[in-house]
């Protein structure tokens, strides 16, 4: 085969085994969702709506979730200074399983000024399924903790899910081998038991075989020497 005629056959093999990498990957859709978030404050009621982006990377066992704010919710009547507001939340998983799962992020990185709207940082958190199928991802309650105070926003609008992700549960981990915790051996029952057996028995027999022909040896000597 020519150099030219190799390459072509090469940049073939590598293209399939491309597209079966793509085709192998988990099913997943994805959509940012308008939250209608009801906010409960220290100074009253609030409302505001957030686009919702929900992203999953798979890591070990389990999905890295990453909950992401278009927008910001709530306010302050006060200037927040830099690092001075904590948010975390509840990402609702449903389909193949009904679980929570908590996110957080860091502390506001800007100081947000009085009666502005407050950007939530990205939050994640990980999803381990114990099933396998198609889960879904929906935002569930925002918390914001802020000086002291904490701030509870519910959605109101029953958003659908941001994210629809096929997921594959981890198997269950194998039983620890016979004895290693210190407990009594059970009794082999196997090949190795069957041969040893026979093979005592073969033994028995053989020395009972000798020991026979030798008394037969030694009763016949006798009996010519008896003989006049």
């Given at each position: 085969m020519s150099d030219r005629k190799r390459s072509t056959a090469l940049a073939l093999a590598s293209a399939v085994a491309g597209s079966a990498v793509l085709f192998a990957a988990p099913a997943a859709h994805a959509d940012v969702v308008d939250v209608e978030y009801k906010c409960q404050t220290p100074i009253g009621d609030k409302s505001a709506v957030s686009p919702i982006d929900i992203k999953a990377v798979k890591e070990g066992d389990g999905y890295k979730l990453t909950m992401s704010f278009q927008k910001g919710v709530s306010s302050s009547p006060i200037e927040l200074?830099?690092?001075?507001?904590?948010?975390?939340?509840v990402i609702q998983?449903?389909?193949?399983?009904?679980?929570?799962?908590p996110v957080s992020g860091p502390p506001n990185p800007e100081a947000v000024p009085a009666n502005t709207p407050i950007k939530i940082t990205d939050l994640s958190g990980t999803?381990?399924?114990?099933?396998?199928?198609?889960?879904?991802?929906t935002a569930g309650v925002l918390t914001i903790k802020a000086m002291g105070t904490t701030t509870t926003c519910t959605p109101g609008n029953s958003p659908g899910p941001s994210l629809e992700l096929e997921v594959t549960a981890a198997g269950p981990a194998a039983p620890p081998p016979g004895n290693a915790a210190g407990g009594d051996t059970l009794p082999q029952t196997g090949p190795a038991d069957s041969a040893l057996a026979l093979g005592t028995l073969g033994a028995t027999v053989l020395l009972s075989g000798a020991a026979g022909t030798l008394w037969l040896t030694r009763r016949g000597r006798r009996t010519q020497q008896s003989r006049p």
């Open positions: 200074g830099k690092g001075a507001m904590t948010p975390s939340a998983a449903g389909g193949a399983e009904k679980a929570s799962v999803y381990t399924p114990k099933q396998s199928g198609k889960v879904t991802f």
